[in-house]
């Protein structure tokens, strides 16, 4: 279950990059990050009262915890994604976002001293490697000729708010109700949003309210919000940031997907071949391979068996 969790937010975020590129020109970042959260506010709320209630001294006796993890998801990596993409394209957007597994594995090993397992280094390079060729569309010269820009760099430094974000969810409390968590942290990044997007409004960057707009607003608030990050949160608890990570590389897997299926893309071979180790890697990062050597005579090797957990 944890597995399919982590699947159905890489499908949903990966949504969210492609309609927020689309949509750069009609919605302002900051008022498509205001309302994307304003609304999965609204959607949480009927079903947070009640939990949000109960975990009252829970959330106040956390409250720092809390806060922080507001800022630099809601308010901070989610609308300076949405920041970059006004001046970079979805393709290079998920390609620094492919960082954040290598640098989940980083800040677990400096903050906690969890280490990689030798297997899950391998699942993480892996599912990279399958995310470049992705990308490069099997020629590596497409990829060293890739522009970088300023767009580019607030991504990298999104993604490691993100990677906080992630690793930091090991302090999460255990007797918190996750729609409580995820709502506080909600109200949170809602307040803090709140400054930037009155001095948007006075700015004149508002957008009319279009069908395309609405479904736009609609779909990253209830899909890309609610359910990804309930999704997220869950798995990370029961897996760690470490075996999670490397999901994020389903992202620009799925943009494939749906270019083909919705856009009259064509699928090509280096498709397969990247979306393969894309797979591949993350199969090896989320299971464990031990292998047993026994020797029941001696001087003699018995067979090897592979147990897989």
């Known amino acids: 279950m944890p597995y399919l969790m982590l699947i159905l937010s890489a499908f949903f975020w990966s949504g969210n990059f492609v309609l927020s590129r689309g949509m750069h020109t009609e919605i302002a970042p900051i008022s498509l990050s205001f309302w ?51 001046s970079t394209t979805a393709i290079n957007a998920s390609l620094v976002n492919s960082a954040i597994p290598v640098m989940i594995a980083v800040i ?68 918190l109700h996750q729609i409580s968590y995820l709502a506080s942290i909600n109200i949170v990044g809602v307040l803090a949003l709140v400054p930037f997007f009155l001095h948007d409004i006075a700015l004149g960057k508002t957008f009319p309210i279009t069908l ?52 009259d893309e064509k699928l090509m071979h280096y498709h397969l071949t990247g979306i393969i180790f894309v797979f591949a890697g993350i199969f090896i990062t989320s299971f464990k391979f031990s292998m047993v050597f026994r020797n029941n005579v001696a001087g003699a090797g018995s067979p090897i068996k592979g147990q897989v957990k």
Not at 64 to 69: A, E, H, S
Request: hydrophobic share 55%; net charge positive.
């Open 212 to 263: 395309p707009n609405v479904m736009t607003i609609g779909y990253v608030a209830l899909f890309a919000s609610v359910l990804a990050f309930l999704f997220w949160n869950g798995a990370i608890k029961k897996l760690g940031a470490n075996k999670a990570g490397p999901f994020i590389h389903l992202m620009p897997v799925f943009s494939t997907i749906l270019a083909v299926l919705f856009l």
């Open 36 to 86: 994307r959260w304003a609304v999965a506010l609204l959607i949480l709320l009927p079903f947070a009262l009640k939990p949000l209630k109960q975990d009252r001294q829970i959330i106040q006796k956390n409250l720092k915890f809390i806060i922080f993890q507001g800022i630099i998801s809601i308010t901070g990596f989610n609308t300076l994604i949405y920041i970059a993409l006004q």
């Open 108 to 175: 677990s090993q400096a903050v906690y001293r969890e280490r990689l397992t030798g297997f899950q280094s391998m699942g993480i390079l892996l599912s990279l490697f399958g995310v470049l060729y992705l990308m490069s569309k099997g020629n590596l010269d497409i990829l060293l000729a890739m522009e970088f820009n300023r767009g580019d760099i607030v991504v990298l430094f999104a993604t490691l708010l993100w990677a906080t974000y992630s690793v930091n969810l090991k302090k999460a409390p255990r007797e």
